[in-house]
């Protein structure tokens, strides 16, 4: 015998959490399916526990300032298993708080793996595959997000995905990570930030492929300063070895001896186990298409976040999930802007930009139509320790209406304030809007509303 609900969403990730508890608080009788911990990506092996390892990472530097400020701090070491613990102990807090929202929320959670029997039946399998329950809904929400992706080359099986990262008892003497996007690189600051030795491997001409090339360089020039070595147009071959001894072969042949090697070369929609086939949900180049109602091609079926594979950030999966909630059960249709998004890379130094960049900027209103403004300094911060990094902020302007269509950082805080001039650009406000903005003095922030015409 099935239950029938309003509502059945299939994954306990961001999106999922978010369009169940908005439903069910307009009235809608909703289950959740999950067969892993409550939280998905984000809470369980995502930005969460990642962030708790960068302000971990980062406390190496403020130690080592400390006697630039006439601090005496003594010898230093860390322990990297008590920093790994503690991070797993926050995050099993954080899914029994989530379990607990649920609760209050009148959300029903179902633990197993929720895969299609029809269009409107979720069957609920254990790991084994062996159907636990039926669940019969008028609306289904597929909200399973996204999976580490490995490159397929001989040994890939003896590398770390992300996700392993946060299950490590401690960390090697020795890592090579491989990949330029922005969780290797967070990854690559992390480690070495805990005194890991690091090696990066990058299959291109720079890091940080669709961030502002100045900024994303920026970067770059910083982690190398730090002691990282990024190998620029270098790609693994192959993995040699047993786990805790390992050799990396790059495509020129070089060997590169290491204790782990982390894999961070993208991820893909998780759409093992869902057979979509059932329902008739169409599948496209490894994602599932939807419309800007967040619906497939069977009218009844919806799916947000990672799985669609349009702007995989975990912000955007809650409002898809939020617009789904409040369009059907809350009757205050809307649907989810993509196109100004802010985003942020939390190596060190961080990275965030909301907007245009430099390149995108001069590719729709050609080289003369845009100006580009930029401040680059010693920030205060590191006046007295007399170190670098130095600080970019940007702004992109374009030239026919006056309006900043770009707002690019790399620095301490840099997400911090980007957030908030993410809202002056979605408002549409021109660098004459910037420049009439009195300075907050002395911080770094204040440079994006005193730089010159």
């Known amino acids: 015998m099935s239950e029938y609900f309003d509502l059945v969403v299939i994954g306990a990730g961001s999106g999922g959490l978010a369009a169940a508890k908005r439903a069910a608080s307009y009235g809608a009788r909703v289950a959740i399916v999950e067969g892993d911990r409550v939280g998905g990506t984000c809470v369980i092996r995502g930005c969460v526990p990642k962030k708790l390892m960068v302000y971990g990472s980062a406390m190496r530097h403020h130690l080592h300032d400390a006697v630039s400020y006439g601090w005496s701090v003594g010898d230093i070491s860390h322990n990297s298993a008590v920093l790994l613990q503690r991070v797993r102990a926050e995050v099993d807090r954080l899914n029994q708080l989530h379990i607990g929202f ?10 197993g793996w929720g895969r299609f029997a029809d269009a409107n039946t979720v069957s609920v399998v254990d790991p084994s595959g062996s159907e636990l329950q039926r669940l019969r809904a008028e609306r289904i929400l597929i909200a399973v997000g996204g999976r580490p992706h490995r490159p397929e080359i001989p040994g890939a099986e003896l590398g770390w995905v992300s996700d392993d990262m946060f299950n490590l008892e401690r960390l090697p003497e020795r890592v090579v990570v491989v990949g330029a996007g922005f969780i290797a690189c967070e990854f690559a600051c992390i480690l070495n930030g805990l005194g890991v030795q690091v090696t990066q491997l990058v299959r291109g001409d720079h890091l940080l492929r669709g961030f502002d090339l100045e900024s994303s360089r920026t970067v770059q020039e910083a982690m190398e300063a730090d002691g990282i070595d ?80 349009r702007v995989n950030l975990t912000p955007v999966a809650v409002d898809e999930g939020r617009a789904l909630a409040d369009t059907i059960w809350g009757r205050k249709p809307r649907q989810v802007d993509h196109e100004l998004i802010a985003s942020a890379v939390f190596s060190q130094p961080e990275l965030s930009g909301v907007g245009l960049t430099e390149e ?92 010159p015409n």
Do not use: W
């Open 360 to 451: 995108a900027a001069i590719e729709r209103y050609g080289a003369d139509g845009v100006k580009v403004h930029r401040a680059r300094f010693r920030p205060m911060s590191q006046a007295l320790p007399a170190r670098d990094p130095k600080v970019l902020l940007k702004l992109v302007v374009e030239l026919a209406s006056g309006k900043v269509v770009g707002c690019h950082m790399v620095g301490e805080h840099a997400a911090e304030i980007i957030q908030m001039a993410a809202i002056a650009i979605g408002m549409g406000a021109s660098k004459a809007d910037f420049d009439r903005t009195m300075a907050l003095h002395p911080t770094v922030a204040e440079e994006f509303v005193t730089m």
């Open 102 to 111: 649920l609760e209050n929320a009148g959300v029903q959670l179902v633990r």
């Open 230 to 309: 990024i190998r620029l147009t270098h790609s693994p071959a192959s993995i040699e070895g047993t786990p805790g001894d390992l050799t990396v072969i790059t495509q020129s042949g070089e060997r590169l001896p290491c204790n782990g090697v982390l894999l961070a070369t993208g991820r893909r929609p998780f759409l093992q186990g869902l057979n979509l086939e059932a329902a008739g949900v169409a599948i496209e180049s490894h994602r599932i298409p939807v419309n800007a109602d967040q619906a497939t091609n069977v009218s009844h079926i919806y799916a947000v976040g990672d799985v669609t594979d």
